[in-house]
C-alpha cells in the first residue's frame, strides 16, 4: 500500500532519542545499576517525599474522570510560585509539547524560524514537522549569544525566535538586555526556553506583561526531578495564551502527574534543596575536571557540563566511557561539539567515578 505522507514528513530529520537504560545495559554487558546517565540532564533519584504524599492522595483521585482541561488548580500553584496571574499561564505535557504547541501556532509552511547555534536539537524537529525551517545563527566563540547575529539572520520569513536559557548544551544565561532587544526589534513571538532556569533563579517570566511576543517555557522535569511525570508550562500575556490555548489538546495531561506537580508546589523547600546540592556539586566537578589536562571545561548555570577533548579526542573518550557504564552526551559534527562531550550533574559518589575515570583516561595518554 502505497500511503500519502505529508511533504515535511517525508525529508524530517527525526530527533534522536536517548537509548533506554536497559537498552544500555544489554548493549554493554553491565547491571542497570552500573549504568550512570550522565546524559539525560535529570536528577539522579525520585522525589520520594513528594511520592509518599501522592500514595496518601491516591485513594482519592478522581482517575475515573478526564482532569479539568483548564488546569486551574496547578495554574493557582504556578501563579503564586511566579508571581504572575492565572491568566498568563498554560500547561503542558513536558516542555517539549509546549515547544510543539507553539511550532504548530506560528510555524506555515515555507516560513522559518530562528536560534543559535548550539541549542536544544528539538526546536529543529517541531519546525520540519509543520514544514518549516530553523535557521541557525551563530554564538560567539564563548558560546554567549550574539543577539545582533540573531537579528541579522531575522527575515520577513521569520515567525519565531528561540532563545534557550540556560542553554543546553552550552549551560550559559542569555541576558535579560539582549532578551529584551530580541522582543523589541525582531517583530516576532520570542519563546525563551527556561528549562532549567531554577538552577539559576534567573527568569524573564515578570517581562510577559510587557510583551505579548514572550513566550515563557518552564517544565517540572530537571529541577523539580519529575522528568517522568511529564509536567510543563508555559507564561505569556493573556493575550497569547488564549492564542496557545487554541491549539493546545484538551487533556494531554493524567489526573496523577497534575497531582504530583501540585504537591511539589506546595512543598517547595524540596526545591530548594535539589538546586543548593546539585549547584554545589557541580561547582565540585567543574573545579576537578578543570585541572585536568586535555579538557576545556565550560562554565554552567544548569545542572550539565560541557567539556572540549583535545586529547584523547571525544569519540575515544564517549567510547571509553561507555565500556564502564558512564554515559555521556556526544554531538554530531554538525552541531559545531563533534569534539565535546556533555555531562549532567549526578550523586557525589556517581560524580567521584566521573572524575576518576577522566582522570585515568587523560593519564593513560600521558
Ligand atoms: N527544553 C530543553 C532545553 C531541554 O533540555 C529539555 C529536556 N531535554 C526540554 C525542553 C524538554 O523537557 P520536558 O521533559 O519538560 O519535555
Redesign the pocket.
Known sequence: MSMKIREAVKTLRPYQWEPSTDELSKKLGLRKEQVLRFD??TMPSPPKELLSKLAELLPGLGVNDYPDTSYTQLREGLAKYLGRRVEQLTVT???????DIVAKTFIDPGTEALASKP??S?YSTIVEVMGGRLVLAPRREDFSEDVDALLEACSRQTRLVFI?SP??PTGNLTDRSDIMKVLEESGCPLVV?E??AEFCGRTVVDLVDAYENLIV?R????AFSL?GA???YMVAHEKTVRLLNKVRPPNSLSVISLALAGLALENLELLRRNVQWVTEERERLIKALQVIPGLQVYPSQANFILIRFKTPPAPEAYRRLLQQGIVPRSFDEASGLGDCLRFCVRTPEENQALINALERLVTERL
Open positions: 539525560t540532564n505535557t513536558g516542555a517539549d509539547e509546549a515547544l541549542t536544544y528539538f534557550c542553554n543546553n526556553d528549562s532549567y517555557i517544565t517540572f522535569s530537571k522528568a511529564r509536567v510543563g
